[in-house]
Nanobody, 124 residues
């Protein structure tokens, strides 16, 4: 399984970014997908997740009004749309895949495969 995250960059506060995560080596439509982030010196934290079965979504409470997760099974890609970005959103953002037909949610334990991360920097 390979997960390739992209779309990060430098953006001013209030701006938007759309992150993408392209998957290979797995039957994508059967896997739940998630996004996490890790700021320097901090623990990796949950951002959003989307199930394989019915497209149900989960969001970190603090982010739910500003981020949207979606997936395109034909393209084997999961997206994270982030709006109204704040300097505290600065972090490396990681995508992750669950096990086959696995449970998806906010716990890192739900995820078996991780991408390499894409850096998001929000300037004030």
């Amino acid at each position: 399984v390979q997960l390739q995250a992209s779309g990060g960059g430098l953006v001013q506060a209030g701006g938007s970014l759309r992150l993408s995560c392209s998957a290979s080596g797995l039957a994508f439509s059967w896997y739940g997908m998630g996004w996490f982030r890790q700021a320097p010196g901090k623990e990796r934290e949950f951002v959003a997740a989307i199930s394989w079965k019915n497209g149900n979504t989960w969001y970190a409470e603090s982010l739910k009004d500003r981020v949207t997760i979606s997936r395109d099974n034909d393209k084997k890609t999961v997206y994270l749309q982030m709006n109204s970005l704040k300097p505290e959103d600065t972090a490396d953002y990681y995508c992750a895949a669950s096990t086959f037909q696995g449970t998806t949610g906010s716990s890192r334990a739900h995820y078996a495969s991780w991408g390499q991360g894409t850096q998001v920097t929000v300037s004030s």
